[in-house]
């Protein structure tokens, strides 16, 4: 079992000038419900919001793999 100390980031902290993944996941939940098409985060295909009954986006699929972020 691997010990975190006070000097090691955690997978949550920043590291450097990088985005955490929060920070990523939100930019592209955003986006998504402005009706915007966005970058997929895994491989960088073509992220197009999906829609229920309603006008507002429920979430978003990639085009290129498929991945999808509700």
Same mark, same amino acid.
């Given at each position: 079992?691997? &010990?975190? =100390?006070?000097?090691? +980031? $955690?997978?949550?902290?920043?590291?450097?000038? %990088? +985005? =955490? #993944?929060?920070? &990523? #996941? &939100?930019?592209?939940?955003?986006?998504? =419900?402005?009706?915007?098409? &966005? %970058?997929?985060?895994?491989?960088?295909? %073509?992220?197009?919001? %999906?829609?229920? /009954?309603?006008?507002? +986006? /429920?979430?978003?699929?990639?085009?290129?793999?498929? $991945?999808?972020?509700?």
């Amino acid at each position: 079992m691997a &010990v975190l =100390t006070a000097d090691q +980031p $955690s997978l949550f902290d920043p590291v450097g000038a %990088e +985005p =955490t #993944l929060d920070d &990523v #996941l &939100v930019g592209v939940w955003e986006r998504l =419900t402005a009706h915007a098409q &966005v %970058e997929c985060p895994l491989c960088a295909g %073509e992220m197009k919001p %999906e829609y229920a /009954i309603h006008a507002r +986006p /429920i979430g978003g699929r990639c085009t290129g793999c498929g $991945s999808a972020l509700s």
